[in-house]
């Protein structure tokens, strides 16, 4: 079955250290999406791409960053400049960019802060 | 600007009982408009969706959600709560935008609870 995997399931970051959340689809899908998630405050959206080797930055880039060299894979790191990673974060995708169109959701990382 | 609110953080039901959970935007040009719906530890399920031709949209499930473009609302009902509805439910509205991402907008989402 197609859908969209998100690795690990929960991910602790020491001080000053940067972790990377993997996301990976098999659904063909040309855009890709980062959001994180907070108690109340729904999703707010990080990082976006369209297509490969093209992404860009959403209302809460400061202290992410992410790549997409390949169509399938849309990994986000956490860097040590984001001193509140603590949330629920969600990788999805859509087919293209087309704003009728739902997205598809993996099952999120829990970043907890050690 | 774009936004999205639903009324009641948090709604609670009795099994067999109408499900209303509430939904209003705001946008300037005519919204995509879609309900989510998220189980404890997992992902976004869409459930239904809204774009353009009928207002009153199925989703799965049993949902259903009606666009209502005077009172800018799409709220989101089921006619009996099952136990296993229990979940956060997100809605959400998309615009076109020429000059940039489409962008989507989320709720801050309903936690509804059934009672048994």
């Known amino acids: 079955d197609g859908g969209i995997t998100q690795s690990p399931k929960y991910l602790f970051r020491k001080e000053g250290q940067n972790v990377t959340l993997s996301c990976e689809q098999n659904?063909?899908?040309?855009?890709m999406y980062w959001y994180r998630q907070d108690p109340g405050q729904g999703l707010r959206l990080i990082y976006y791409?369209?297509?490969?080797?093209?992404?860009q930055k959403g209302d809460i880039a400061e202290g992410y960053s992410v790549s997409r060299e390949k169509k399938e894979s849309f990994p986000l790191t956490v860097t040590s400049a984001q001193k509140n990673p603590t949330a629920f974060y969600l990788c999805?995708?859509?087919?293209?960019?087309?704003?009728?169109?739902?997205?598809?959701f993996g099952d999120g990382t829990r970043l907890s802060i050690l | 600007a774009q936004s999205v609110t639903q009324l009641g953080s948090h709604v609670s039901v009795s099994e067999g009982a109408l499900v209303l959970l509430r939904c209003n935007y705001s946008?300037?040009?005519?919204?995509?408009l879609f309900w989510y719906v998220q189980y404890p530890n997992q992902g976004l399920q869409l459930l239904l969706k809204?774009?353009?031709?009928?207002?009153l949209v199925k989703g799965i499930n049993g949902f259903e959600a009606e666009f209502k473009k005077s009172e800018t609302s799409f709220h989101l009902t089921k006619p009996s709560a099952h136990m296993s509805d229990a979940a956060e439910y997100f809605c959400?509205?998309?615009?076109?935008?020429?000059?940039?991402?489409?962008?989507?907008?989320f709720g801050p989402g309903t936690s509804l609870s059934v009672i048994p």
């Open positions: 999805a995708s859509s087919i293209g960019q087309t704003i009728n169109q739902p997205q598809h």
């Open positions: 659904l063909n899908h040309d855009a």
């Open positions: 791409s369209q297509i490969v080797n093209d992404f």
């Open positions: 946008s300037s040009v005519p919204p995509y």
């Open positions: 809204y774009t353009t031709g009928a207002t």
């Open positions: 959400a509205v998309s615009e076109a935008r020429k000059t940039s991402y489409d962008k989507v907008i």
